[in-house]
């Protein structure tokens, strides 16, 4: 799909599919010919309503324009907005924000944002024959940033979208009038452009200027007579009244907002929050390693938080104040000028310090105050304590973790990558002005511990033999002037910054390649959207993190999961135990755990708590008490979460001491239509608290690999027979299949015909009857107005069922009227009733046939036994019987695994257990299944029994997912197929 030497792009993740298809979905019904439609509708307004009907001649027509027509109203957009919120767990809302056609994406940060956006793009195409689209970003970081995704990812999506094809611009004043060929050009048209391009008026912006190239009209001009589809990545760095106002200029079709962070919410049509992207593992696990002062400062110790002038001059200190026990802690203190510092805090040591003067932040100067016995001292700054003494030891531990990390990740083609964040240029450069040159403090602490460091290991003199200078580069901002440059600080939100960002944003990929060795990254200020790496994996910040959101910001910067090199190109590695983010801080866990916690919350994120949509995703029980694929949603979730506060469970989110699930006879005391959820409901509340997503580094447990297990001939037989290959086939019945689905068809609610309404200002399509109508306009069905889609080509392309399966269902079910009166929802409608019926028959008839080969070759699972990988504690069992299994802990996943691990380890008759590695893998018509143990038992001492066992909370097969229990199904016929027993295994019969 792409050359070995580009990243691989994967086109079947489901949440980006979901994203991808809750904004295609609000355009359901939208005729693919609107533009055809639109020209026909207008030719049969009738002499006596043409004064209501008249169209003046637009710039549309003037310069050719060939642009973007939706022709639903805003009520039928609504609907869909409904489904498509109720759909994801979204609170539904009862009218569009602002009556407007502006739509928010919201996407944790490093999950694909770009990719999803980019790729709807194409589903709006094909869908819809949108055209036209209009990329609008904050800053030129974020626009080359884009630009490059295009490039990569120009392959991937013509390999998807062949009969697609697009061209792709840059906006640029100089070029203005390059705006003609996206006005008038037929295929997809994709420009990208910031935000102070199109913001201002003609004094200041060439985009609002008349042009004689471009007949005397404004580049504008063009740009708004396609109606494009305007993409606004990161909105809310364009909240402002005039950022508004230049989105609206451009006179979008519609406008969709992509941002992990909204500062302002419309009509949200999917969410994927940093709760949702830990838990599905598309973003890296945070790991904190805590560097902090250990006793009470011997000299005085001053940090300045802020400085504020209101009625009175006041500055927040953090100083060492003594406690009525006598010790001393550090305790933020508001302090006036001129105030006995020994006073405010009760220590003796301050005796004699004073401030004497304060100055609240000037644009790019930060606050500061003059202290007696110091001088001047920054926000943020901090004296006396052992402020050099620590970051130098946070550079130590940052280099620590990056060695380990190499010798446990290069020979799987990843490199690693550590980001310094530093308090200013000077403390690198020093008295230098080059990366060769540089003597600030962190640069000798930096090649001083590297060097002591690597010298503890020789694998890792190997790795990396280097001089430090050759593995570490700077990338800070330049200032030019009168022909001389310098580097300087910054706060990363100003011009001067782009130099340094467009610098790391074009070297992405040149970074990632083991043969650059510039592997340690120092930068003043990185934390603007759009600087990242994949394959950051330790993260050191040497200075003080004060900002509300600069923890947040900050990971951000190594949350993308990360890749490695293979003959294809670079892949995304998604294993947990090696996507990890060392985050070394010089604050505790406990308090960098908590302040990221509060960042969150106000950011309207409740990571570590239970959330009102808490319990939307669970799955949604029929009056049979059956599981479908159909989620409880909003609405539901919200009721669940008021009756536990009601009840007493939680407050503000988080678990009292009332709720004690473990109490024999402990209920929720749930109303009667939420009873059968109450272990799922108890389950989802168990698993909130902000250790699951940020661990300390001392939780980190290294396991110890059996070797010489897997070299006994009573495991290889035992392997050789439980990887068995084999192929499956599935045999349809036909006419079950026909009758199944005719069923159901029919059973579907009627499809309403679309009807037009003709006004003056155009033609809208809609859906159902009519609706009451103002004084010039008329509405009619729309009933044969305009060409049919082949409905059986789109059916068969959706379902691989043969045409004359097809026509006999379609024939069969009586509503192919209804098809002509509202073609497209007729065919999604029958899509989802096939589909789902053909999912269920077809478990029912697949035959498993065993071949030559094995899943998952011995070799390779001792290979990869010898591999390290982050584990910690609190996901561990450690086994007592070590010689039973090929770990001395066992990693699981749920309480009922942790059960089933001691249960198996006291066992006498177990011999051999074993957690079946996420490569066994066993192919079903629904996907993959990893099955979860392998198991070896005894019967008087002498019969062996091999044994394949999947754990799960029950026994009834109502109570799992339909895909869920397909696999298990699946998984039953192979086994059975090669010899081995397969059962589930539960707390009410663990089956052994």
């Not at 070297?507 to 990185?526: C, G, N, T, Y």
């Not at 499809?751 to 306009?777: C, F, M, N």
Request: proline share 4%.
């Amino acid at each position: 799909m792409m050359s070995n030497t580009g990243f691989q792009f994967d086109s079947h993740q489901q949440y980006q599919l979901d994203a991808i298809n809750a904004v295609a979905d609000l355009f359901d019904g939208q005729p693919k010919d609107a533009g055809m439609l639109d020209i026909t509708l207008r030719g049969v307004v009738t002499a006596k309503e043409s004064v209501h009907a008249e169209l003046a001649v637009d710039t549309a027509q003037e310069v050719g324009a060939i642009g973007n027509m939706l022709v639903l109203d805003n009520a039928t957009v609504l609907a869909n907005l409904q489904t498509v919120q109720d759909r994801n767990g979204l609170e539904v809302r009862d009218a569009l924000a602002e009556d407007a056609l502006d739509f928010d994406i919201e996407m944790e940060t490093g999950t694909g944002k770009t990719y999803v956006y980019l790729r709807t793009i194409f589903e709006l195409a094909r869908r819809y024959s949108f055209g036209k689209f209009i990329i609008l970003v904050p800053s030129v970081a974020i626009r080359e940033g884009v630009n490059t995704s295009i490039r990569l990812m120009h392959e991937h999506f013509r390999g998807l979208y062949p009969s697609h094809p697009f061209d792709a611009s840059v906006y640029s004043g100089d070029r203005a009038e390059e705006v003609q060929a996206f006005a008038t050009a037929t295929s997809v048209q994709i420009m990208v452009m910031t935000i102070d391009a199109v913001r201002g008026d003609k004094n200041t912006r060439i985009i609002h200027q008349q042009r004689d190239k471009l007949n005397g009209l404004r580049p504008i001009d063009y740009l708004k007579a396609t109606r494009p589809v305007v993409i606004m990545d990161e909105p809310q760095n364009m909240e402002s009244l005039l950022s508004q106002s230049a989105v609206s200029e451009l006179d979008p079709v519609f406008t969709l907002r992509y941002s992990a962070t909204h500062k302002r919410q419309r009509n949200l049509v999917y969410r994927l929050d940093p709760v949702d992207a830990h838990d599905l593992g598309l973003v890296k696990q945070i790991v904190v390693a805590e560097v902090v002062q250990q006793g009470a400062d011997a000299t005085p110790y001053i940090k300045l938080l802020e400085v504020k002038h209101a009625k009175a001059w006041t500055a927040k200190l953090e100083l060492s104040c003594r406690k009525a026990d006598g010790s001393l802690e550090r305790i933020p203190k508001a302090v006036k000028s001129h105030q006995e510092l020994s006073k405010v805090s009760g220590n003796p040591a301050y005796e004699g310090w004073r401030i004497n003067e304060m100055r609240i932040a000037d644009g790019a100067e930060p606050a500061s105050i003059e202290l007696t016995n110091y001088g001047v001292l920054t926000e943020g700054e901090s004296i006396g304590g052992a402020t050099g003494a620590i970051y130098k030891e946070m550079i130590r531990e940052t280099v620590r973790e990056h060695l380990r990390k190499e010798a446990m990740l290069r020979a799987k083609g990843i490199k690693v990558l550590s980001l310094f964040f530093v308090d200013k240029v000077s403390s690198f450069l020093g008295d230098g002005v080059n990366n060769d040159d540089a003597d600030g403090d962190f640069v000798k602490w930096f090649d001083e511990v590297f060097i002591e460091e690597r010298g503890k290991d020789k694998r890792y003199s190997a790795l990396l033999p280097q001089e430090p200078r050759e593995l570490r580069r700077a990338y800070f901002s330049q200032l030019k002037a009168k022909g001389k440059t310098s580097f300087v600080d910054s706060s990363g939100t100003t011009a001067k910054d782009d130099d340094a960002y467009e610098l790391i944003m074009q070297d992405k990929q040149r970074l990632l390649d083991a043969d650059e060795p510039v592997r340690f990254i120092f930068s003043h200020s990185a934390l603007r959207e759009g600087w990242d790496n994949p394959n950051v994996f330790q993260i050191c910040t040497l200075r003080e993190i004060g900002a509300e959101t600069e923890r947040r910001q900050t990971l951000g910067r190594g949350m993308r999961l990360p890749v490695a090199k293979t003959d294809k190109g670079y892949e995304r590695v998604a294993d947990r135990g090696i996507a990890t983010l060392t985050v070394v801080a010089n604050e505790s866990y406990q308090a960098f755990a908590q302040s990221l916690q509060n960042e969150y919350k106000a950011a309207g994120v409740a990571i570590g708590q239970v959330r009102p949509n808490e319990f939307a995703k669970l799955p949604r029980r029929d009056a049979g008490g059956a599981l479908t694929d159909e989620i409880c949603g909003y609405q539901w979730s919200l009721e669940v979460f008021k009756h536990l506060e009601s009840q007493g469970f939680i407050k503000e989110g988080k678990a009292t001491s009332k709720f004690l699930p473990d109490t024999e006879g402990f209920s929720l005391n749930l109303p009667g239509q939420f009873q059968p959820y109450e272990a799922d409901i108890i389950a989802l509340v168990r698993d909130t608290s902000i250790e699951k997503y940020v661990k300390p580094k001392s939780n980190r447990q290294a396991r110890k690999f059996n070797k010489a297990l897997y070299a006994t001939p009573e495991f290889e037989a035992f392997w050789n027979a439980i990887s068995q290959k084999t192929m499956y086939r599935v045999q349809v019945e036909r006419e079950k299949l026909i009758v199944n689905a005719v069923a159901v068809i029919k059973q579907a609610p009627k499809i309403q015909p679309l009807r037009i309404e003709v006004t003056r200002a155009g033609v809208k399509v809609l859906r159902g009857g009519t609706q009451g109508q103002e004084l010039g306009t008329r509405t009619a069905e729309l009933k044969g107005s305009y060409d049919l889609p082949d409905i059986i080509g789109e059916l068969q392309q959706s379902t691989s069922l043969t045409r004359k399966t097809l026509a006999e269902i379609l024939v069969s079910s009586g509503k192919l009227a209804e098809f002509i009166g509202n073609p497209n929802d007729f065919i999604a409608m029958v899509q989802r009733s096939v589909k789902g019926e053909l999912a269920k028959i077809v478990v029912e008839g697949i035959q498993y046939e065993k071949i030559g080969g094995s899943i998952y070759e011995l070799r390779e699972l001792q290979a990869d036994g010898l591999e390290e990988k982050e584990r910690f504690c609190d996901q561990m069992y450690k086994v007592q019987n070590q010689s039973k299994t090929d770990f001395d802990y066992v990693v699981y996943d749920s309480g009922v695994e942790l059960e089933f691990s001691k249960l198996l380890d006291s066992r006498e008759d177990i011999k051999l257990f074993m957690k079946l590695p996420s490569k066994f893998k066993i192919d079903t018509p629904v996907g993959p299944y990893n099955p979860d143990w392998a198991i070896i038992k005894h019967i008087d001492g002498e019969d062996r029994i091999y044994m394949i066992r999947e754990t799960k909370s029950t026994q009834d097969d109502d109570k799992l997912r339909p895909s869920e229990l397909a696999k298990i199904k699946s998984a039953r016929k192979h086994f059975a197929e090669i010899g081995v027993g397969y059962e589930r295994s539960t707390p009410a019969g663990w089956n052994l």
